[in-house]
Structures are given as structure tokens and as C-alpha cells.
């Protein structure tokens, strides 16, 4: 076959009257047209040419010996059947050698098996190149594969002439395939190591109140995304109260998830000092500072008080709390915002919104609403339509709203989600919860009447006698406590639920108690010791407006009615 009949053409370009002549090879061709047009086309040459421009050696190299010097692989088909009329050296040393005139699903088994013989019809007929990159080969190796359309003259003979070929140029990439392939691993492991950290940083098993019903949802992003800090917690707070968190580290990776685990046990620490919801944000506030000032967060911490039936909250750059009523009704909790955490000079302050019986409130993070091109209000009114209709368990409504916002596990980002829902309670289970209180109006006989008050509710809810006998006495030294200690208002209140017996007192003096040990010879001071040995727990805190409250609890005998 003449192979210097099949020359490279891009596809749509013109072919030169002066590529046509037989003035040797290409390359010689091109200098010869070169060198006329200094003169003109008809102008004879000019003397000394010769000796100022003296012929290149490369001009004597054939296509043939270029294609054959390079390290690239190179095979040259023609026609429908893509029969073979060339391969270079580079090939025949990594496949063997080849026969020309033989279909390529014959001879170059090696490209069928890389799906390259589909794509080579398509260059074909298009006239356009195609490339494919970073194709393993079944003896080993990568290579990035271009397939570019060849031209020859029509009627140029025997050997394809006329019909046209493929150019397979393929380039070694192996080195780069395996350095990617090690990269891929490597961020594959750190991830797997980010996530790992993160699940193992938030709560195993969710704390169940014995007045609402929680549940919660955590997703990683998909596997071209690292692993975010977003966490939730359900922490008990006592006497009933139950604060709720949900919080995102701005950042991926090991590092947001470090600092996650962190705020969240520092979250814990600060829940148990039974400060409003603000004093906590603010609290973080410097700490997450001097965690790292480079890493910012955003968090909302809520309160939830069954004796109020409301959320008390704040908000540090979080999203809305979502609050669904039992008719579908769905309110957002928008005041009291401030700044995400870390960024320092704000006073957060609380909110509280409304959380009735029957009603559903969602806690989330901004993976679940926020999407590429749409703003995220927008998203947020998606979490509000799904929500109205999202009934059953708050596992259940997870789920819905999961699916709702179509988060699957391809999300390129991490989606933490947590329902509370305040259930209705009507039958045999509303009779295991009851609420009584008394106010105290201060005076010698208020001791006796919170006495006296204790021992009627208490054997009105059939405790056992030992049980009343407890409660009785621990009223009457919070009592005590509170007539020595505290001013009015005061109140007395006991509660129980299907787990326990909840006593508190409150009056308008803020300072708190604290257990002491009494000396032989004091007259006072053991009231709380008494009250800490004979309870399961005890705690105080402060009230809004001034004030504090003091409470203790007993948990109920298995079998309590």
C-alpha cells in the first residue's frame, strides 16, 4: 500500500492545488510552497536561496518514519471494516505485530475489547475526533485513545483509496492512572475515617423523654463529598425538661468533625447547668473561638418545659425550627437569630414558640433544603409543604421528609434531621400523667399545708405507701428550704409521669442551693442533703424573670398504676 497517499486532513479544511503535486513528501512539499511565496508564485528563484535556506533535515522524514519514532501507539484503518493498513513500532511492541488488509475485529482485538470500535464507526461517519481517556487495556496499562478522521484522494487507487480511515493515536497514561487511582484511595480512606468519626461522635441511642417522641435522621453526603459536622443531641434536663440541639460545622472533612465532637460535649456541659437557651449560645459562642476561629457553626438549642407546652429557644445563625399543629398548620419559629457561633461581639437572645399537644416540630440542617441555582428560602417552604402532610412516628416523618426533599445517597451534602412530636393523650395513658400545684403563701402554716396537700395528690395517684411517704418528705424540706431561704411568690408542683414522680418548688429568690455537709451542731443546712439521698435526682436553675426553682425526682416502682 502507498502511505503516502493517506495524509492527516482535518475535517472541512481545504486541500492546497500545491499538497497535490509531486514534489515529494509532505513536510517537503510545504517548505517548497513556503519558499515560492517569498517571490511570488511565478517568480523565478532567487540566486543564493539554495545557500540561505538549505534544506532541513526532518523535511526528508516520511509520515512513516515520524508515526514509527513515537512512543505513542499508533494504528492507521481505512474503510467500513476498519481495515488495518498500519501500525507503528510502539504498537506492535506493546500488542505484536499486526496484518494489514485485515478487519480490526480481527486484527486489533485489543480495540474491540476496549470499546473502541463503535466510536470508531461514529468518527467515521462524523468526520469529527473522539477521544476517550484513561482506558485499561486487558494486558495492563492505561492509555488516553484519540480517534481522528483521515482523508485520501479520490480515485487514488487500490488500498482504500477514497474511502476514508481512522487514525488511533493512543498516549500511555498508566503513571497518572495509578497516581489517581492512589488519590482516590487515599481521600476514600480519609473519608471513610471522617465519617466513621462523625457517627461515633453523635448519639448512639437518642434519650426518650417521657413527654414527647424523638427521633432522628443523620446522611453523609455521597462519595465525591466529604464528610460535613453536622450533629444533634437530646439531652435531659430534669424535672421534666428536655433541651434539644441541632448544629453544622462549616467545613468538610476530619477537622469539622473534631471540632463537632467538641461543641457537642461542651453542648452537654452547658445543658446540665440548666441555663436559657441564650445564656448556652453565648457560651459557645467564645469557645467555638478558641476551638478554632477558622471554623464557624451554626446552632440551635431548644428547651422544652411540659408544664409550659412551648419551645423556649435560640438561634446562632440556624435555620427556622419548624413547628407542624395536629391540623397540618405549619409555623416557622424566624425571631431571635443571631450570628453563627465564632464570630464573637452579638447577644443572643431566646424565643419561644408554641408546642401543643399533637403537634410535630423539626429541627434540620441546611442539607436538607439548600440546593445549587435555588435560593434556600425556597427550600425551606419545600420542608414546609412536606411537613403539613407528613404524618405517623417521628421516625416515619423523617423518613417522608428525607424523601420529600429528594436526598438520596448521592446528596453532595450531609443531612442531619430531628422530630419531636407532643403526643395527645386520651384513655389509660393520659390517667399515668397528671399535674398539681399549690401556692404558697408563706407564714408557719404553709408547711403544714404543702404537707398536707403532698399526702392528698400523692395517695390520689395510688402510689405506693413508701413512695408517698417520700414524696411527702421531700415537699416539706424544698418547702422549708424555700420559706428559709427564698422570698415570694411560691409554689409547689407535682407531676407524674409513666416513669416518675417530679416534685418542685419555686419562689422568687435566684440565688441556688447548694449541698453542704452539716456539722453536728448546726441547727440547719441538711434540708437538700436529705432530699439528694432519698431522691433518685435533684437540680435547680433559674427562672425567667427572677427567681429560681428547685425540684427533685423519684422513679416509679415497675408495675406503678
Request: hydrophobic fraction near 40%; charged fraction near 25%.
Amino acid at each position: 500500500m502507498n502511505f503516502t497517499r493517506w495524509s492527516a486532513r482535518l475535517p472541512g479544511t481545504q486541500r492546497r492545488a500545491a499538497a497535490r503535486t509531486d514534489r515529494g513528501s509532505v513536510p517537503a512539499a510545504r517548505v517548497e510552497y513556503g519558499r515560492q511565496s517569498e517571490h511570488g508564485p511565478d517568480a523565478p528563484d532567487a540566486p543564493g536561496d539554495a545557500a540561505m535556506h538549505p534544506p532541513h533535515p526532518l523535511t526528508d522524514l516520511s509520515v512513516r518514519e515520524i508515526l514509527g519514532r513515537l512512543p505513542a501507539l499508533v494504528a492507521l484503518v481505512y474503510g467500513p471494516e476498519h481495515r488495518v493498513a498500519y501500525v507503528n513500532d510502539a504498537y506492535a511492541a506493546a500488542f505484536g505485530p499486526r496484518e494489514t488488509g485485515a478487519p480490526a475485529a480481527v486484527a486489533l482485538p485489543e480495540l474491540d475489547e476496549l470499546g473502541l470500535l463503535p466510536l470508531m464507526d461514529q468518527v467515521l461517519r462524523s468526520g469529527t475526533p473522539r477521544t476517550v481517556k484513561s482506558r485499561k487495556v486487558p494486558k495492563g496499562g492505561s492509555y488516553t485513545i484519540t480517534c481522528t478522521p483521515i482523508e485520501t484522494p479520490a480515485g487514488a487507487g487500490d488500498d482504500g483509496g477514497g474511502e476514508g480511515g481512522v487514525l488511533v493515536f493512543a498516549a500511555d497514561v498508566t503513571d497518572h492512572a495509578e497516581a489517581a487511582e492512589r488519590l482516590r484511595a487515599s481521600e476514600r480512606r480519609l473519608r471513610e475515617t471522617a465519617v466513621t468519626l462523625q457517627r461515633s461522635l453523635l448519639p448512639q441511642e437518642l434519650e426518650q423523654p417521657d413527654d414527647l417522641r424523638i427521633a432522628a435522621t443523620y446522611q453523609p453526603g455521597g462519595t465525591d463529598a466529604a464528610v460535613g459536622g453536622d450533629w444533634y443531641d437530646v439531652i435531659t434536663l430534669g424535672a421534666g425538661r428536655t433541651a434539644l440541639v441541632i448544629g453544622d460545622v462549616m467545613g468538610r472533612g476530619v477537622r469539622a468533625a473534631a471540632v463537632m465532637g467538641q461543641l457537642r460535649t461542651a453542648v452537654r456541659a452547658y445543658a446540665r447547668l440548666d441555663l436559657p437557651p441564650h445564656e448556652v449560645l453565648q457560651l459557645l459562642d467564645g469557645l467555638a473561638a478558641e476551638i478554632d476561629a477558622s471554623q464557624i457553626a451554626t446552632c440551635a438549642y431548644a428547651v422544652h418545659d411540659p408544664n409550659e407546652g412551648r419551645l423556649v429557644y435560640a438561634s446562632a445563625g440556624h435555620l427556622p425550627i419548624l413547628v407542624r399543629d395536629e391540623d397540618g398548620t405549619v409555623r416557622r419559629a424566624e425571631d431571635h437569630t443571631g450570628p453563627p457561633l465564632g464570630t464573637g461581639g452579638w447577644m443572643h437572645t431566646s424565643g419561644t414558640i408554641a408546642l401543643p399537644p399533637g403537634s410535630t416540630a423539626v429541627l434540620y440542617t441546611d442539607g436538607l433544603v439548600e440546593r445549587r441555582r435555588e435560593d434556600i428560602d425556597e427550600g425551606v417552604a419545600a420542608l414546609e409543604r412536606a411537613l403539613s402532610g407528613a404524618t405517623g412516628t417521628p421516625q416515619v416523618v423523617c423518613d417522608r421528609l428525607i424523601r420529600a426533599l429528594g436526598v438520596t445517597a448521592e446528596h453532595d451534602d450531609d443531612v442531619a434531621v430531628l422530630v419531636l412530636q407532643h403526643p395527645t393523650r386520651t384513655g389509660p395513658d393520659a390517667e399515668l400523667f397528671h399535674n398539681a400545684a399549690l401556692e404558697l403563701l408563706g407564714g408557719i402554716e404553709a408547711a403544714p399545708r404543702a404537707r398536707a396537700f403532698a399526702t392528698g395528690v400523692l395517695a390520689s395517684w395510688r402510689f405506693p405507701v413508701e413512695l408517698c411517704d417520700l414524696g411527702v418528705l421531700a415537699a416539706s424540706e424544698l418547702v422549708a428550704n424555700s420559706l428559709q431561704h427564698g422570698t415570694p411568690p411560691m409554689r409547689l408542683r407535682l407531676r407524674r409521669t409513666d416513669r416518675r414522680l417530679i416534685i418542685e418548688v419555686t419562689d422568687g429568690d435566684d440565688h441556688l442551693p447548694r449541698r453542704r455537709r452539716a456539722e453536728p451542731v448546726d441547727e440547719a443546712g441538711r434540708g437538700i442533703s436529705i432530699v439528694a439521698t432519698i431522691a433518685s435526682s435533684w437540680g435547680s436553675r433559674r427562672t425567667p424573670g427572677g427567681g429560681k426553682a428547685v425540684w427533685c425526682e423519684f422513679a416509679l416502682p415497675t408495675g406503678t398504676p
